[in-house]
Nanobody
Framework: EVQLVESGGGLVQPGGSARLSCAASGFSFSSNTMSWLRQAPGKGLEWVSFIGIKGGTNYRDSVKGRFTISRDNAKNTLYLQLNSLKTEDTAMYYC?????????????????????WGQGTQVTVSS
């Protein structure tokens, strides 16, 4: 069973930093492209960043230069370093894996379906 468990969120002041983690199990983590998604209050789920099998990355424009995605295949863990946080970054953050299984909820971005996200971790940016 695919399981993704996010952690590391919290209350952060504007301009501050946070590091999110996502522990993966139930599938071959090193063989999968992974993404971070987020959902702000009252808005839909949106794609934030992905990291490929060989470490290639991509980011939505609003977080480029501030967020860094990384992975540790030995630990089956995905990370997202958030720097220079803004109030508009306030959201529930989820990690997701690329999937062709449309029996689960998915978000499509960059021509890929992302699914199997966990319970999420809340990041609140406020003074």
């Amino acid at each position: 069973e695919v399981q993704l468990v996010e952690s590391g969120g919290g209350l952060v002041q504007p301009g501050g930093s946070a590091r999110l983690s996502c522990a993966a199990s139930g599938f071959s983590f090193s063989s999968n492209t992974m993404s971070w998604l987020r959902q702000a209050p009252g808005k839909g789920l949106e794609w934030v960043s992905f990291i490929g099998i060989k470490g290639g990355t991509n980011y939505r424009d609003s977080v480029k230069g501030r967020f860094t995605i990384s992975r540790d295949n030995a630990k089956n863990t995905l990370y997202l370093q958030l720097n220079s946080l803004k109030t508009e970054d306030t959201a529930m953050y989820y990690c997701a894996k690329e999937t062709e299984d449309l029996s689960v909820p998915t978000v499509r971005a960059l021509g890929v379906n992302w699914g199997y996200w966990g319970q999420g971790t809340q990041v609140t940016v406020s003074s």
